[in-house]
């Protein structure tokens, strides 16, 4: 009989690999190579042993060379419905944020659902952010979140407005990032990083060129393709 990991592994792959998502090594995450971004699927497992959905975005202009929930992140949903969301509804219905293995057989139903939620919420991502403006759009929006910090979020809105020919919205975004003397190194780092960008937005295309070459960056450090299936279209100047 399978063990409960690869009944996960197995369901995941179900369902992600037909939209293009790949196993990333032996983890429970799957990942779509976007050329700019990074789709991710994750069936993380909390603490307690439950089997949790994450589904997100990670940008490659960013410093960090790791998988990062940039846009996107948890999702809830209904057993009865099958309706999610991505951030806790308070309607007075009850929504969950985990299954656990009791059975087999019940483990099995859970899987079905939670991963048909997933391939839902991957194609929803891919639809809402096909290009770098989309990402704008949707970052400046005063509804949106991201996670870690609003400086993150800063940067992710200035590098997605960099990328779209957007050089006033990016250094309107980019010059919100000020961490002072007493920040600890990354938020020193990406102030510095900021700061460069920000100083690059009276030449639109050197801003979308140096944007693109730490895309470029962000791959190599990865481990990604040379060549990616798509790259950001350079804007009408």
Request: glycine residues 8%.
């Amino acid at each position: 009989m399978p063990t409960p990991d690869q009944m996960v592994v197995a369901a995941a792959q179900t369902a992600l690999r037909p939209l293009g998502l790949r196993r990333h090594n032996r983890t429970r995450v799957w990942v779509e190579d976007r050329g700019w971004w990074l789709l991710l699927v994750a069936l993380e497992r909390s603490r307690g042993g439950d089997t949790q959905l994450a589904v997100a975005a990670k940008f490659l202009w960013g410093p960090m060379p790791e998988f990062t929930y940039d846009l996107g992140g948890r999702v809830f949903w209904r057993e009865d419905t099958g309706d999610f969301a991505t951030e806790w509804p308070q309607d007075g219905h009850v929504w969950v944020q985990g299954i656990r293995h009791i059975r087999d057989d019940q483990f099995a139903t859970d899987l079905a659902q939670v991963t048909g939620i997933a391939r839902q919420r991957a194609e929803q991502l891919r639809q809402e952010i096909g290009t770098p403006a989309d990402v704008a759009r949707v970052l400046a929006a005063p509804q949106s979140r991201i996670t870690a910090t609003s400086w993150w979020h800063a940067f992710h809105t200035g590098a997605a407005a960099g990328m779209s020919g957007d050089a006033a919205l990016a250094r309107k975004h980019f010059d919100r990032i000020r961490p002072d003397r007493l920040a600890v190194a990354w938020e020193s780092d990406l102030g510095r990083r900021a700061a460069t960008l920000s100083g690059l937005a009276d030449d639109p295309p050197a801003l979308f060129r140096r944007l693109a070459g730490d895309v470029a960056a962000m791959r190599t450090q990865l481990g990604l393709s040379d060549t990616p299936l798509a790259t950001p279209p350079e804007p009408v100047w």
